[in-house]
Protein backbone atom coordinates (compact mmCIF):
# COMPACT_ATOMS: atom_id res chain seq x y z
CA UNK A 1 0.00 0.00 0.00
CA UNK A 2 2.17 2.92 -1.30
CA UNK A 3 0.56 5.59 0.49
CA UNK A 4 4.20 6.82 2.14
CA UNK A 5 7.47 7.78 0.54
CA UNK A 6 9.96 5.58 3.05
CA UNK A 7 11.01 9.15 5.05
CA UNK A 8 7.58 9.82 5.52
CA UNK A 9 6.92 6.60 7.05
CA UNK A 10 9.29 6.31 9.06
CA UNK A 11 8.03 9.38 10.85
CA UNK A 12 5.07 8.27 10.90
CA UNK A 13 5.98 4.89 12.29
CA UNK A 14 7.47 6.90 15.18
CA UNK A 15 5.02 9.75 15.42
CA UNK A 16 1.55 8.27 14.58
CA UNK A 17 0.20 7.74 18.02
CA UNK A 18 0.96 11.68 18.32
CA UNK A 19 -0.45 13.13 15.38
CA UNK A 20 -3.90 10.89 15.71
CA UNK A 21 -3.78 11.83 19.03
CA UNK A 22 -3.24 15.56 18.74
CA UNK A 23 -5.54 15.83 15.68
CA UNK A 24 -8.31 13.92 17.29
CA UNK A 25 -8.25 15.99 20.29
CA UNK A 26 -8.18 18.94 18.84
CA UNK A 27 -11.25 18.34 16.48
CA UNK A 28 -13.14 16.76 18.55
CA UNK A 29 -13.31 20.03 20.71
CA UNK A 30 -13.20 22.27 18.22
CA UNK A 31 -16.74 21.01 17.37
CA UNK A 32 -18.13 20.71 21.03
CA UNK A 33 -17.20 24.41 20.85
CA UNK A 34 -19.03 24.72 17.96
CA UNK A 35 -21.77 23.47 19.80
CA UNK A 36 -22.16 25.86 22.78
CA UNK A 37 -21.81 25.39 26.26
CA UNK A 38 -23.44 22.36 28.20
CA UNK A 39 -26.73 22.58 30.23
CA UNK A 40 -27.76 19.03 30.55
CA UNK A 41 -30.72 18.15 32.99
CA UNK A 42 -28.44 16.83 35.43
CA UNK A 43 -25.97 19.53 35.69
CA UNK A 44 -28.73 21.43 36.73
CA UNK A 45 -30.01 19.17 38.95
CA UNK A 46 -26.72 17.83 40.88
CA UNK A 47 -23.70 17.67 39.13
CA UNK A 48 -22.62 21.11 40.07
CA UNK A 49 -24.45 21.78 43.78
CA UNK A 50 -23.58 17.83 44.75
CA UNK A 51 -19.89 18.99 44.56
CA UNK A 52 -21.05 22.30 46.66
CA UNK A 53 -22.78 20.73 49.46
CA UNK A 54 -19.88 18.25 49.55
CA UNK A 55 -17.25 21.03 49.54
CA UNK A 56 -19.18 23.28 51.99
CA UNK A 57 -20.69 20.83 54.92
CA UNK A 58 -24.01 21.02 53.50
CA UNK A 59 -24.61 16.90 53.07
CA UNK A 60 -26.98 16.75 56.02
CA UNK A 61 -28.10 20.65 55.99
CA UNK A 62 -30.22 20.22 52.97
CA UNK A 63 -32.94 17.59 52.14
CA UNK A 64 -32.92 16.01 48.70
CA UNK A 65 -32.63 19.12 47.20
CA UNK A 66 -31.40 17.56 43.69
CA UNK A 67 -34.26 14.72 44.12
CA UNK A 68 -33.26 11.30 44.31
CA UNK A 69 -30.12 12.17 42.69
CA UNK A 70 -28.79 13.87 45.69
CA UNK A 71 -26.91 11.26 47.51
CA UNK A 72 -25.12 9.84 44.20
CA UNK A 73 -21.06 9.63 44.80
CA UNK A 74 -19.95 13.36 44.16
CA UNK A 75 -16.59 12.73 43.90
CA UNK A 76 -15.72 12.01 39.96
CA UNK A 77 -17.68 15.89 39.61
CA UNK A 78 -14.80 17.69 41.46
CA UNK A 79 -12.60 18.23 38.76
CA UNK A 80 -16.22 19.43 36.43
CA UNK A 81 -17.03 21.71 39.51
CA UNK A 82 -13.43 23.14 40.04
CA UNK A 83 -13.32 24.25 35.84
CA UNK A 84 -16.86 25.86 35.73
CA UNK A 85 -16.34 28.08 39.36
CA UNK A 86 -12.69 29.11 38.41
CA UNK A 87 -12.73 29.41 34.65
CA UNK A 88 -14.37 31.07 31.77
CA UNK A 89 -17.28 28.90 30.48
CA UNK A 90 -15.51 28.29 27.18
CA UNK A 91 -12.45 27.13 28.50
CA UNK A 92 -13.89 25.17 30.95
CA UNK A 93 -15.93 23.24 28.67
CA UNK A 94 -12.59 22.41 26.18
CA UNK A 95 -11.07 21.02 28.93
CA UNK A 96 -13.69 18.83 29.24
CA UNK A 97 -13.63 17.84 25.26
CA UNK A 98 -10.52 17.01 26.28
CA UNK A 99 -10.37 14.76 28.23
CA UNK A 100 -13.14 13.07 26.26
CA UNK A 101 -10.85 13.22 23.22
CA UNK A 102 -8.06 10.51 25.54
CA UNK A 103 -10.58 8.11 24.51
CA UNK A 104 -9.47 8.60 20.76
CA UNK A 105 -5.92 7.58 21.58
CA UNK A 106 -7.19 4.21 23.32
CA UNK A 107 -9.19 3.47 20.62
CA UNK A 108 -6.31 3.45 18.17
CA UNK A 109 -3.99 2.13 20.19
CA UNK A 110 -6.74 -0.95 21.10
CA UNK A 111 -7.48 -1.14 17.24
CA UNK A 112 -3.87 -1.78 16.48
CA UNK A 113 -3.23 -4.24 18.94
CA UNK A 114 -5.57 -6.32 16.49
CA UNK A 115 -2.96 -7.40 14.38
CA UNK A 116 0.02 -8.90 15.07
CA UNK A 117 3.54 -7.55 14.05
CA UNK A 118 4.66 -4.04 12.84
CA UNK A 119 3.09 -1.62 11.88
CA UNK A 120 2.01 -1.23 8.37
CA UNK A 121 0.21 1.55 6.20
CA UNK A 122 -3.07 -0.78 6.07
CA UNK A 123 -2.81 -1.61 9.88
CA UNK A 124 -2.50 2.09 10.53
CA UNK A 125 -4.91 4.06 8.00
CA UNK A 126 -7.57 0.50 8.73
CA UNK A 127 -7.01 1.81 12.54
CA UNK A 128 -7.68 5.38 12.36
CA UNK A 129 -11.31 4.49 9.97
CA UNK A 130 -12.16 2.45 13.34
CA UNK A 131 -11.15 5.32 15.85
CA UNK A 132 -13.35 7.70 13.17
CA UNK A 133 -16.39 5.43 13.46
CA UNK A 134 -15.74 5.01 17.42
CA UNK A 135 -15.51 9.08 17.73
CA UNK A 136 -18.58 10.18 16.13
CA UNK A 137 -20.68 7.55 17.47
CA UNK A 138 -23.81 9.68 18.64
CA UNK A 139 -24.22 9.14 22.67
CA UNK A 140 -20.16 9.42 22.60
CA UNK A 141 -20.32 12.59 20.52
CA UNK A 142 -23.15 14.32 22.26
CA UNK A 143 -21.35 14.22 25.69
CA UNK A 144 -17.97 15.80 24.57
CA UNK A 145 -17.63 19.00 26.32
CA UNK A 146 -20.68 18.06 28.76
CA UNK A 147 -20.41 16.92 32.36
CA UNK A 148 -21.55 13.52 31.67
CA UNK A 149 -18.93 11.33 32.83
CA UNK A 150 -19.83 8.01 30.77
CA UNK A 151 -16.85 9.49 28.45
CA UNK A 152 -14.26 9.56 31.06
CA UNK A 153 -15.65 6.11 32.73
CA UNK A 154 -14.97 4.73 29.26
CA UNK A 155 -11.14 5.91 29.22
CA UNK A 156 -11.21 3.24 32.76
CA UNK A 157 -12.90 0.34 30.51
CA UNK A 158 -10.87 0.49 27.32
CA UNK A 159 -7.42 1.63 28.98
CA UNK A 160 -8.12 -1.51 31.49
CA UNK A 161 -9.25 -3.68 28.17
CA UNK A 162 -5.78 -2.87 26.87
CA UNK A 163 -3.53 -3.23 29.99
CA UNK A 164 -5.50 -6.97 29.54
CA UNK A 165 -4.81 -7.98 26.33
CA UNK A 166 -1.10 -6.40 26.25
CA UNK A 167 -0.98 -9.10 29.52
CA UNK A 168 -0.83 -11.86 26.10
CA UNK A 169 1.78 -10.91 24.68
CA UNK A 170 4.06 -12.41 27.49
CA UNK A 171 3.74 -15.89 26.84
CA UNK A 172 4.55 -17.72 30.08
CA UNK A 173 2.45 -15.58 32.31
CA UNK A 174 4.89 -14.11 34.32
CA UNK A 175 3.36 -10.48 35.82
CA UNK A 176 0.07 -11.33 34.99
CA UNK A 177 -1.16 -10.51 38.31
CA UNK A 178 1.05 -7.00 38.37
CA UNK A 179 -0.92 -6.13 35.22
CA UNK A 180 -4.63 -7.28 35.94
CA UNK A 181 -4.05 -5.59 39.15
CA UNK A 182 -3.46 -2.00 37.21
CA UNK A 183 -6.24 -3.14 35.27
CA UNK A 184 -8.58 -4.02 37.91
CA UNK A 185 -7.74 -0.84 40.03
CA UNK A 186 -8.93 1.07 37.34
CA UNK A 187 -12.20 -0.87 36.92
CA UNK A 188 -12.57 -0.62 40.73
CA UNK A 189 -12.29 3.45 40.53
CA UNK A 190 -15.18 3.49 37.84
CA UNK A 191 -17.41 1.27 39.72
CA UNK A 192 -16.92 3.48 42.72
CA UNK A 193 -17.66 6.56 40.44
CA UNK A 194 -21.16 4.87 38.49
CA UNK A 195 -22.08 1.77 39.37
CA UNK A 196 -23.81 0.95 36.06
CA UNK A 197 -20.60 0.07 34.55
CA UNK A 198 -20.96 -3.30 36.56
CA UNK A 199 -21.78 -4.36 33.20
CA UNK A 200 -18.17 -3.76 31.61
CA UNK A 201 -16.56 -5.02 34.13
CA UNK A 202 -18.47 -8.63 34.01
CA UNK A 203 -17.74 -8.63 30.40
CA UNK A 204 -13.86 -8.11 30.68
CA UNK A 205 -13.60 -10.61 33.34
CA UNK A 206 -15.11 -13.06 31.37
CA UNK A 207 -13.47 -12.21 28.16
CA UNK A 208 -10.25 -12.58 30.71
CA UNK A 209 -11.36 -16.02 31.69
CA UNK A 210 -12.35 -17.43 28.24
CA UNK A 211 -8.97 -15.55 26.20
CA UNK A 212 -7.36 -17.25 29.55
CA UNK A 213 -8.38 -20.65 28.74
CA UNK A 214 -8.48 -20.97 25.26
CA UNK A 215 -5.06 -19.62 25.08
CA UNK A 216 -3.94 -22.64 27.75
CA UNK A 217 -2.96 -20.44 30.37
CA UNK A 218 -4.43 -20.12 33.81
CA UNK A 219 -6.86 -17.25 34.43
CA UNK A 220 -6.29 -17.90 38.63
CA UNK A 221 -3.84 -15.19 38.60
CA UNK A 222 -5.33 -12.55 36.30
CA UNK A 223 -8.93 -13.04 37.91
CA UNK A 224 -6.79 -12.70 41.62
CA UNK A 225 -5.38 -9.08 40.45
CA UNK A 226 -8.48 -8.23 38.32
CA UNK A 227 -10.16 -8.97 42.47
CA UNK A 228 -7.83 -7.61 44.67
CA UNK A 229 -7.27 -4.17 41.94
CA UNK A 230 -10.81 -3.92 41.98
CA UNK A 231 -10.98 -4.03 45.91
CA UNK A 232 -8.43 -1.37 46.30
CA UNK A 233 -9.54 1.18 43.79
CA UNK A 234 -13.36 0.91 44.61
CA UNK A 235 -12.37 1.34 48.37
CA UNK A 236 -10.98 4.76 46.61
CA UNK A 237 -13.48 5.87 44.47
CA UNK A 238 -16.10 5.11 46.94
CA UNK A 239 -15.20 4.11 50.10
CA UNK A 240 -15.74 7.18 52.39
CA UNK A 241 -19.30 7.88 50.39
CA UNK A 242 -20.64 4.37 50.93
CA UNK A 243 -19.37 4.99 54.54
CA UNK A 244 -21.17 8.08 55.08
CA UNK A 245 -24.47 7.13 53.51
CA UNK A 246 -24.42 3.52 55.68
CA UNK A 247 -23.62 5.47 59.28
CA UNK A 248 -26.05 8.72 58.22
CA UNK A 249 -28.37 6.40 56.62
CA UNK A 250 -28.21 2.91 57.36
CA UNK A 251 -27.51 1.66 53.43
CA UNK A 252 -23.98 2.43 52.07
CA UNK A 253 -26.43 2.61 48.40
CA UNK A 254 -28.77 4.59 49.69
CA UNK A 255 -31.53 5.31 48.67
CA UNK A 256 -30.68 2.44 46.12
CA UNK A 257 -31.97 -1.02 47.44
CA UNK A 258 -33.58 -0.30 50.04
CA UNK A 259 -35.38 -3.56 50.64
CA UNK A 260 -31.89 -5.30 51.03
CA UNK A 261 -30.24 -2.48 53.52
CA UNK A 262 -33.73 -0.99 54.95
CA UNK A 263 -32.96 2.01 55.65
CA UNK A 264 -35.73 3.74 57.84
CA UNK A 265 -35.20 6.91 55.57
CA UNK A 266 -37.00 5.53 52.49
CA UNK A 267 -39.16 2.89 51.54
CA UNK A 268 -38.25 -0.66 51.64
CA UNK A 269 -38.26 -0.80 47.68
CA UNK A 270 -35.34 -1.72 45.04
CA UNK A 271 -35.15 1.35 42.80
CA UNK A 272 -35.01 0.44 39.21
CA UNK A 273 -34.98 2.55 36.56
CA UNK A 274 -37.01 0.24 34.08
CA UNK A 275 -38.11 3.02 31.29
CA UNK A 276 -36.21 1.73 28.34
CA UNK A 277 -35.84 -2.22 29.11
CA UNK A 278 -36.81 -3.82 26.30
CA UNK A 279 -40.53 -5.62 26.73
CA UNK A 280 -39.70 -9.12 25.15
CA UNK A 281 -36.92 -10.81 23.52
CA UNK A 282 -37.71 -9.98 19.70
CA UNK A 283 -38.21 -5.93 21.35
CA UNK A 284 -34.37 -6.30 22.77
CA UNK A 285 -33.33 -7.50 18.90
CA UNK A 286 -34.80 -5.01 17.62
CA UNK A 287 -32.91 -2.24 19.13
CA UNK A 288 -30.31 -1.67 16.27
CA UNK A 289 -32.65 -1.15 14.03
CA UNK A 290 -34.96 1.21 15.75
CA UNK A 291 -31.30 3.10 16.35
CA UNK A 292 -30.87 3.05 12.40
CA UNK A 293 -34.65 4.15 11.85
CA UNK A 294 -34.36 6.78 14.00
CA UNK A 295 -36.23 5.86 16.33
CA UNK A 296 -33.89 6.36 19.39
CA UNK A 297 -36.53 6.76 21.93
CA UNK A 298 -36.67 3.01 22.77
CA UNK A 299 -33.38 3.65 25.11
CA UNK A 300 -33.34 7.35 25.41
CA UNK A 301 -34.77 10.76 26.18
CA UNK A 302 -33.39 12.46 23.22
CA UNK A 303 -33.60 11.49 19.27
CA UNK A 304 -30.70 10.09 17.41
CA UNK A 305 -30.25 8.22 14.77
CA UNK A 306 -27.18 5.61 14.37
CA UNK A 307 -26.75 2.54 11.84
CA UNK A 308 -23.39 1.49 13.69
CA UNK A 309 -24.89 -1.58 15.55
CA UNK A 310 -27.46 -2.51 12.99
CA UNK A 311 -24.31 -2.50 10.82
CA UNK A 312 -22.26 -5.04 13.44
CA UNK A 313 -25.53 -7.47 13.17
CA UNK A 314 -24.59 -8.02 9.22
CA UNK A 315 -21.20 -8.40 10.38
CA UNK A 316 -21.26 -10.65 13.22
CA UNK A 317 -23.20 -12.97 11.13
CA UNK A 318 -20.14 -13.62 8.80
CA UNK A 319 -17.65 -12.93 11.12
CA UNK A 320 -18.26 -15.14 13.61
CA UNK A 321 -18.14 -18.11 12.28
CA UNK A 322 -14.16 -17.59 11.45
CA UNK A 323 -13.62 -15.70 15.11
CA UNK A 324 -12.24 -19.00 17.32
CA UNK A 325 -9.41 -19.96 14.57
CA UNK A 326 -6.35 -18.21 13.35
CA UNK A 327 -7.01 -16.42 9.91
CA UNK A 328 -4.97 -14.70 7.31
CA UNK A 329 -4.63 -10.52 7.50
CA UNK A 330 -5.80 -8.94 4.67
CA UNK A 331 -1.98 -7.72 3.78
CA UNK A 332 0.61 -9.96 2.97
CA UNK A 333 4.35 -9.16 4.42
CA UNK A 334 7.45 -10.41 2.50
CA UNK A 335 5.05 -13.16 1.10
CA UNK A 336 4.34 -14.67 4.16
CA UNK A 337 0.85 -14.50 5.86
CA UNK A 338 0.13 -11.91 9.37
CA UNK A 339 -2.11 -13.66 11.53
CA UNK A 340 -4.64 -11.40 13.21
CA UNK A 341 -3.68 -11.83 17.12
CA UNK A 342 -6.24 -14.92 17.88
CA UNK A 343 -6.30 -13.71 21.82
CA UNK A 344 -7.01 -9.88 21.05
CA UNK A 345 -9.72 -11.17 18.94
CA UNK A 346 -11.43 -13.34 21.19
CA UNK A 347 -11.06 -11.04 23.97
CA UNK A 348 -13.09 -8.08 22.34
CA UNK A 349 -15.24 -10.58 21.14
CA UNK A 350 -16.27 -11.86 24.46
CA UNK A 351 -16.28 -8.61 26.13
CA UNK A 352 -18.11 -6.74 23.14
CA UNK A 353 -20.99 -9.19 23.20
CA UNK A 354 -21.16 -10.37 26.37
CA UNK A 355 -21.18 -6.59 27.79
CA UNK A 356 -23.69 -5.51 24.88
CA UNK A 357 -26.11 -8.59 25.95
CA UNK A 358 -25.63 -7.29 30.11
CA UNK A 359 -26.62 -4.07 29.15
CA UNK A 360 -29.29 -4.32 27.08
CA UNK A 361 -30.96 -7.01 30.29
CA UNK A 362 -30.36 -4.34 33.16
CA UNK A 363 -30.67 -1.03 31.75
CA UNK A 364 -31.22 -0.29 28.18
CA UNK A 365 -29.81 3.50 28.82
CA UNK A 366 -28.41 4.39 25.59
CA UNK A 367 -26.05 6.96 27.86
CA UNK A 368 -24.41 3.70 29.71
CA UNK A 369 -23.48 1.97 26.50
CA UNK A 370 -20.66 4.88 25.51
CA UNK A 371 -17.43 2.00 26.73
CA UNK A 372 -18.62 -0.18 23.79
CA UNK A 373 -19.91 2.85 21.49
CA UNK A 374 -16.35 3.96 20.95
CA UNK A 375 -15.57 0.35 20.08
CA UNK A 376 -18.18 -0.50 17.44
CA UNK A 377 -15.37 0.57 15.03
CA UNK A 378 -12.83 -1.60 15.65
CA UNK A 379 -15.27 -4.46 16.25
CA UNK A 380 -16.48 -3.81 12.51
CA UNK A 381 -12.53 -3.54 11.79
CA UNK A 382 -11.67 -6.99 13.33
CA UNK A 383 -15.32 -8.70 11.61
CA UNK A 384 -14.13 -7.56 8.58
CA UNK A 385 -10.85 -9.07 8.73
CA UNK A 386 -11.48 -12.25 9.51
CA UNK A 387 -14.30 -12.34 6.70
CA UNK A 388 -13.02 -10.61 3.87
CA UNK A 389 -10.00 -12.44 2.49
CA UNK A 390 -9.25 -10.47 -0.16
CA UNK A 391 -7.07 -6.84 0.37
CA UNK A 392 -8.50 -4.96 -2.43
CA UNK A 393 -12.12 -6.33 -1.16
CA UNK A 394 -11.62 -5.14 2.60
CA UNK A 395 -10.18 -1.49 1.73
CA UNK A 396 -13.06 -0.97 -0.77
CA UNK A 397 -15.37 -2.16 1.83
CA UNK A 398 -13.47 0.03 4.73
CA UNK A 399 -13.72 2.84 2.44
CA UNK A 400 -17.46 2.64 1.60
CA UNK A 401 -18.64 1.62 5.36
CA UNK A 402 -16.36 4.60 7.16
CA UNK A 403 -18.05 7.41 5.77
CA UNK A 404 -21.40 5.72 5.44
CA UNK A 405 -21.45 5.33 9.40
CA UNK A 406 -20.27 8.63 10.02
CA UNK A 407 -22.56 10.74 7.69
CA UNK A 408 -25.54 8.83 8.40
CA UNK A 409 -24.83 9.70 12.02
CA UNK A 410 -26.87 12.35 14.31
CA UNK A 411 -26.07 12.55 17.24
CA UNK A 412 -28.31 13.55 20.72
CA UNK A 413 -28.44 16.74 22.34
CA UNK A 414 -28.81 17.71 25.90
CA UNK A 415 -29.32 21.05 25.85
CA UNK A 416 -26.65 23.51 25.12
CA UNK A 417 -26.52 27.60 24.53
CA UNK A 418 -23.76 30.15 23.75
CA UNK A 419 -20.75 30.62 25.30
CA UNK A 420 -20.90 33.87 27.76
CA UNK A 421 -19.09 35.20 30.33
CA UNK A 422 -21.29 32.79 33.51
CA UNK A 423 -21.78 29.66 33.09
CA UNK A 424 -25.21 29.73 35.31
CA UNK A 425 -25.43 33.90 34.99
CA UNK A 426 -28.06 33.64 38.07
CA UNK A 427 -29.71 36.86 38.81
CA UNK A 428 -32.26 38.22 41.58
CA UNK A 429 -31.03 36.56 44.42
CA UNK A 430 -30.00 39.15 46.88
CA UNK A 431 -33.82 41.11 45.91
CA UNK A 432 -35.49 37.89 47.89
CA UNK A 433 -32.98 36.31 49.76
CA UNK A 434 -32.29 36.86 53.40
CA UNK A 435 -29.98 35.27 56.10
CA UNK A 436 -31.86 32.20 57.33
CA UNK A 437 -34.28 31.62 55.02
CA UNK A 438 -35.43 28.33 54.26
CA UNK A 439 -36.70 27.48 50.55
CA UNK A 440 -38.83 24.72 50.11
CA UNK A 441 -38.70 23.26 46.51
CA UNK A 442 -42.06 22.36 45.23
CA UNK A 443 -41.51 21.50 41.80
CA UNK A 444 -43.69 18.17 41.23
CA UNK A 445 -42.59 18.14 37.63
CA UNK A 446 -39.15 17.20 38.49
CA UNK A 447 -37.32 20.41 36.95
CA UNK A 448 -33.75 20.50 38.15
CA UNK A 449 -32.84 23.40 40.32
CA UNK A 450 -30.02 21.93 42.10
CA UNK A 451 -27.48 24.36 40.49
CA UNK A 452 -29.21 27.63 42.07
CA UNK A 453 -27.91 26.78 45.66
CA UNK A 454 -24.32 27.54 45.59
CA UNK A 455 -25.67 31.32 44.25
CA UNK A 456 -27.65 31.85 47.98
CA UNK A 457 -26.00 32.67 51.29
CA UNK A 458 -24.80 29.51 53.84
CA UNK A 459 -27.11 30.26 55.93
CA UNK A 460 -29.84 29.37 53.32
CA UNK A 461 -31.48 25.97 53.69
CA UNK A 462 -33.30 23.71 50.58
CA UNK A 463 -35.88 21.23 51.34
CA UNK A 464 -36.87 19.34 48.13
CA UNK A 465 -40.30 17.99 48.96
CA UNK A 466 -41.62 16.96 45.31
CA UNK A 467 -39.96 15.88 42.03
CA UNK A 468 -38.88 12.41 41.31
CA UNK A 469 -38.61 11.53 44.96
CA UNK A 470 -41.93 13.14 46.73
CA UNK A 471 -41.77 13.28 50.42
CA UNK A 472 -44.41 12.24 52.57
CA UNK A 473 -44.79 13.86 56.22
CA UNK A 474 -43.71 11.26 59.13
CA UNK A 475 -42.16 8.63 56.88
CA UNK A 476 -38.52 8.61 56.11
CA UNK A 477 -36.81 11.94 55.05
CA UNK A 478 -40.35 13.18 55.00
CA UNK A 479 -40.26 13.20 58.52
CA UNK A 480 -37.24 14.75 58.82
CA UNK A 481 -38.50 17.67 55.99
CA UNK A 482 -41.31 18.13 58.41
CA UNK A 483 -39.64 18.07 61.53
CA UNK A 484 -36.88 20.85 59.74
CA UNK A 485 -39.75 23.52 58.50
CA UNK A 486 -41.59 23.00 61.98
CA UNK A 487 -38.87 24.21 63.62
CA UNK A 488 -37.50 26.84 61.25
CA UNK A 489 -37.14 30.47 63.07
CA UNK A 490 -36.56 32.07 59.89
CA UNK A 491 -38.37 33.08 56.93
CA UNK A 492 -40.11 30.21 54.73
CA UNK A 493 -39.68 30.89 50.86
CA UNK A 494 -41.13 28.35 48.05
CA UNK A 495 -38.89 27.96 45.09
CA UNK A 496 -39.79 26.45 41.74
CA UNK A 497 -40.12 27.12 37.53
CA UNK A 498 -42.07 30.28 37.64
CA UNK A 499 -45.86 29.73 36.69
CA UNK A 500 -45.26 26.07 36.73
CA UNK A 501 -47.18 25.50 40.65
CA UNK A 502 -49.93 23.18 39.59
CA UNK A 503 -52.55 22.05 41.95
CA UNK A 504 -50.35 19.17 42.96
CA UNK A 505 -47.65 21.11 44.21
CA UNK A 506 -50.26 23.52 46.49
CA UNK A 507 -51.89 20.54 47.77
CA UNK A 508 -48.63 19.05 48.32
CA UNK A 509 -47.82 22.28 50.52
CA UNK A 510 -50.14 22.02 52.41
CA UNK A 511 -49.61 18.35 53.93
CA UNK A 512 -46.47 19.80 55.14
CA UNK A 513 -48.52 22.82 56.50
CA UNK A 514 -47.65 25.60 53.76
CA UNK A 515 -49.45 28.02 51.31
CA UNK A 516 -47.93 30.67 49.24
CA UNK A 517 -48.40 34.60 49.58
CA UNK A 518 -50.44 35.68 46.57
CA UNK A 519 -48.47 39.15 47.23
CA UNK A 520 -44.96 38.42 47.93
CA UNK A 521 -43.21 36.70 45.16
CA UNK A 522 -39.90 37.55 43.48
CA UNK A 523 -38.09 36.18 40.18
CA UNK A 524 -34.75 34.96 39.74
CA UNK A 525 -33.50 34.60 36.22
CA UNK A 526 -30.86 32.04 35.03
CA UNK A 527 -28.87 31.68 32.08
CA UNK A 528 -31.22 28.32 31.99
CA UNK A 529 -34.44 29.38 33.68
CA UNK A 530 -36.96 31.89 34.82
CA UNK A 531 -37.59 31.08 38.34
CA UNK A 532 -39.92 32.16 40.91
CA UNK A 533 -40.06 31.97 44.80
CA UNK A 534 -42.79 33.13 46.95
CA UNK A 535 -43.21 33.80 50.70
CA UNK A 536 -44.92 30.77 52.40
CA UNK A 537 -47.63 31.28 55.44
CA UNK A 538 -48.05 28.12 57.93
CA UNK A 539 -51.47 26.52 57.96
CA UNK A 540 -52.90 23.30 59.50
CA UNK A 541 -51.97 20.52 57.73
CA UNK A 542 -55.39 19.39 55.93
CA UNK A 543 -57.29 16.36 57.51
CA UNK A 544 -58.37 13.23 55.41
CA UNK A 545 -61.12 14.72 52.77
CA UNK A 546 -60.83 18.35 54.63
CA UNK A 547 -58.82 21.55 53.72
CA UNK A 548 -56.19 23.99 55.22
CA UNK A 549 -56.82 26.48 57.50
CA UNK A 550 -54.52 29.02 58.58
CA UNK A 551 -51.96 29.18 61.90
CA UNK A 552 -53.23 31.76 64.33
Not at 51 to 64: E, K, M, P, Q, S
Not at 159 to 181: C, F, K, Q, T, W
Not at 425 to 442: A, C, E, Q
Request: hydrophobic content about 50%.
Amino acid sequence: MAVFSDRAWQFWQRWHIVFVSVFGISALTYWSVLQGQDQNWDLKNYHYSAVYRLLNGRLLWDIAPSQIQSWFNPFPYIPYYIAIRSLPPIVSGSLMAIVAGINIVLVYVLTLSLFKGSLTPLKSVTAIAATLIGATAPMFLSEVGTTFIDNVMSLFIVGAGLILIRMYRNPDGSGDVVRAGWAGLLLGIAFGFKQTVAVFIAGLVLATVVTCLLSRRSPVRPVLGLFVGGLVGTALSVGWWSYFLFTTYGNPLFPFYNKIFQSPYFPLTNFIDVNFLPKSFMAAVGYPIQWALGNSFVSCEMFFRDFRFVTLYALLAVGAVFLLRPVRAVEPTKGMPVLLDRNVCVFLFVFFVFSYVAWISMFAIHRYLVPLEILTGAFSVMLLAVSVRNRTAFIIVVAILTPALVLTTIPASWGRSSFGRSWFDVRGVDSINKPDTLYVVVEGGGAPLGYVIPFFGKTSRFVRIAGNMMLTPGVGLGASAKDVIDNHKGPIRSLQVKEQMIPEDLKHLRIFGLEPSATDCGTITTKFDVLQSCQLERVSPPAPGGSASAVP
